[in-house]
């Protein structure tokens, strides 16, 4: 055979192999992807995505509403905070109590068929009260429009609580349950969570403040409430489905535990019944008798209208005696700070000559910066560990931070110690002469200078406002790093029965820290003081990471410094994370 035939053929021959091979790459590839699209992973994304995108635009939209109802004015909307925070304070362990004691998916289901009912019902009444504002404020000298506000606020806390326990169910147990044994890959679901949640901040409020600019607070209310509702039908179904396709989360350790005790106790009254004699079996019965009598003295009415605060007690107690107490408590210190991007940062600026172009400029970076802190916290745990991430990122987080305090000191600053941060609160409590009066005992010179500048003061220099939102932008890396450290080491730690009442008491905490930060800004509202809030806030973050080192070094002791150590073996205490089949 002639060499170029014999070459021919080999070429020809070759193709269909190759072609073969390719053939087999390609569909091993989209037999991943459909496995991906399928898997309880990625339906618990989506499902995620739904409901933060919901709860994102509906937290942005029922302050803008109040606002627009109350003749532009803060106070619905500080009432409504005031509401929620003191909520979830003193309820989120009767909430989390009430997930331990629940099978997971009546848990889920009832969370968002509350949550989003509720949402509908408040965005039907005030699309009610938008519509007909005029004949409800002359109807009853006025009161049957303050009983639709006190309605609005009411509902929408009840939204709120019901949100409560679907974060708490979803992001806190079910999460865990799918991620089984591999830490791993708990720690690439928490982030990709953690990254869901940054990016529906930012558009959904986008979207329903474009439909209210170019349409109407009723159009806004309408789409809202129609969104609740078609998105409560699908996560309705995507629960069902991610419970179906892992049969582990059908199994609670509470539960189990609750069975089997009532079991053996049947099995025992069974081998005594047929072991012992008539006179022992007469003893037993009037044992059995006391034993009714307690239970029914249990299920009287006062033990019952107790059982709340019996709640309260035991889920603090538990939160205390936890192993990462510590740790806990440092990610709620956190909270208590103005260096974030929400109304009273945002307030601040504008005073600064910050227009809302360039605050939505940093916003988004802001963001951005938030999603690298997901990235860099799952990179930073493969190489260090858990443990040593959560002190990596509070380091970094407080080097950043650093730049807000220089920037109280910078050219440009407001800060002002000779006015008194107490004036406007006198003021509005006692009014001018009361304010004055305040103000002569202080310092005299304060009400000169209140005499002479009437206006405005005019902003000589950006620097200081500009170290202040670059410091609060390149802190948002070390702060959600930190705050997926957090949440992984009660992931990890906390026993499967305490699972909902410690994260119950952790959003408590978050939230009483967050009602000390607006107290604090009640009582120093004016500009002058916002450089001592600064100090006051980069404070208690320092101290939350000092708690937080405290917890790390009793966990590693001198091995917490050797940063380039690989990822530490589980202790074989800490109970192991629920298989996932």
């Given at each position: 055979?002639?060499p170029h ?18 053939c ?5 590839q989209r ?13 618990i ?30 106070l ?15 309820l ?8 331990d ?17 509720a ?6 009444l005030?699309?009610?009260?938008f ?23 009411t509902?929408a ?18 999460v865990v349950?799918?991620?089984?044994d591999?830490?791993?890959k ?7 969570v ?9 558009l ?8 209210m ?6 159009m806004?209310?309408?789409f ?12 309705y179904?995507?629960?069902w ?9 059908a ?23 047929n072991t012992?004699?008539?006179?022992e079996?007469?003893?037993l ?6 034993e ?24 603090w ?7 990462i107490f ?32 360039v ?16 990235v ?7 190489k ?11 380091v ?18 407001p800060?002002?110690l ?16 009361a ?22 003061p ?15 932008i390149?802190?948002?890396v ?10 992984q ?9 305490e699972?909902?009442?410690i994260?119950?008491?952790?959003n408590s ?19 002058e ?14 101290m939350?990471?000092m ?9 590693l002791?001198s091995?917490?410094f ?7 073996k ?12």
């Amino acid at each position: 055979m002639p060499p170029h035939l014999s070459d021919f053929l080999i070429k020809t021959t070759s193709r269909p192999i190759r072609c073969r091979g390719c053939c087999l790459v390609i569909a091993c590839q989209r037999e991943r992807f459909c496995q991906f699209f399928t898997s309880a992973k990625f339906l618990i994304y989506l499902g995620h995505a739904l409901s933060t995108w919901g709860d994102r635009m509906w937290n942005f939209a029922v302050a803008v509403f109040l606002v627009e109802l109350y003749g532009n004015s803060l106070l619905l909307t500080a009432v409504y905070g005031l509401v929620v925070a003191g909520s979830v304070l003193l309820l989120g362990a009767i909430i989390g109590d009430w997930v331990d004691k629940n099978a997971r998916l009546k848990v889920a289901q009832t969370s968002l068929v509350v949550q989003n009912s509720a949402v509908i019902l408040c965005g039907v009444l005030l699309m009610v009260v938008f519509q007909f504002k005029e004949q409800l404020s002359t109807m009853y000298s006025g009161w049957l429009l303050t009983t639709c506000y006190i309605m609005v606020i009411t509902i929408a806390n009840i939204a709120n609580l019901a949100s409560t326990a679907m974060s708490i169910t979803i992001q806190r147990d079910w999460v865990v349950v799918v991620a089984g044994d591999d830490r791993s890959k708990l720690a690439d679901m928490n982030a990709t969570v953690r990254i869901i949640d940054q990016l529906t901040n930012i558009l959904a409020p986008m979207l329903v403040g474009q439909i209210m600019a170019f349409g109407s607070h009723f159009m806004g209310c309408g789409f809202i409430s129609g969104w609740n509702l078609f998105s409560m039908c699908l996560e309705y179904f995507l629960l069902w489905k991610v419970y179906q396709k892992t049969p582990a989360l059908a199994i609670k350790a509470g539960q189990k535990d609750s069975d089997n005790q009532e079991l053996k106790h049947l099995n025992v009254q069974k081998e005594i019944g047929n072991t012992e004699g008539p006179a022992e079996g007469s003893q037993l019965m009037n044992k059995t008798a006391k034993e009714k009598k307690i239970i029914e003295k249990k299920a009287s009415c006062c033990y019952q209208m107790t059982e709340p605060l019996r709640t309260f007690k035991e889920g603090w107690v538990a939160y205390y005696n936890q192993s990462i107490f510590f740790a806990g408590m440092s990610l709620a210190f956190l909270y208590m700070t103005v260096l974030g991007f929400d109304c009273i940062t945002t307030g601040y600026a504008y005073t600064q000559g910050l227009n809302g172009s360039v605050l939505s400029l940093l916003m988004g970076a802001s963001a951005i910066s938030g999603i690298c802190g997901t990235v860099a916290f799952t990179w930073i745990r493969k190489k260090c560990g858990l443990i040593r991430t959560g002190f990596i990122s509070g380091v970094a987080q407080l080097s950043c931070l650093l730049l807000c305090v220089a920037s109280v000191f910078a050219p440009g600053s407001p800060f002002d110690l000779s006015v008194s941060p107490f004036e406007d609160v006198v003021k509005h409590l006692f009014g001018e002469g009361a304010s004055r009066l305040e103000s002569d005992i202080i310092d005299s010179t304060i009400q000169i200078n209140s005499t002479m500048s009437a206006e405005a003061p005019q902003i000589e220099s950006y620097l200081s406002v500009s170290l202040l939102f670059a410091g609060v932008i390149a802190a948002r890396v070390g702060l959600w790093s930190f705050d997926l450290t957090v949440t992984q080491l009660i992931q990890e730690n906390v026993i499967e029965s305490e699972r909902g009442i410690i994260n119950g008491v952790q959003n408590s905490m978050n939230y009483l820290l967050d009602l000390l930060h607006f107290i604090m800004v009640i009582l120093a509202p004016n500009q002058e003081a916002f450089g001592l809030l600064v100090i006051i806030s980069v404070s208690f973050v320092a101290m939350g990471h000092m708690m937080y080192f405290r917890f790390a070094y009793k966990s590693l002791r001198s091995r917490l410094f050797l940063f380039c150590s690989p990822e530490q073996k589980p202790d074989p205490n800490i109970p192991s994370l629920p298989n996932s089949v």
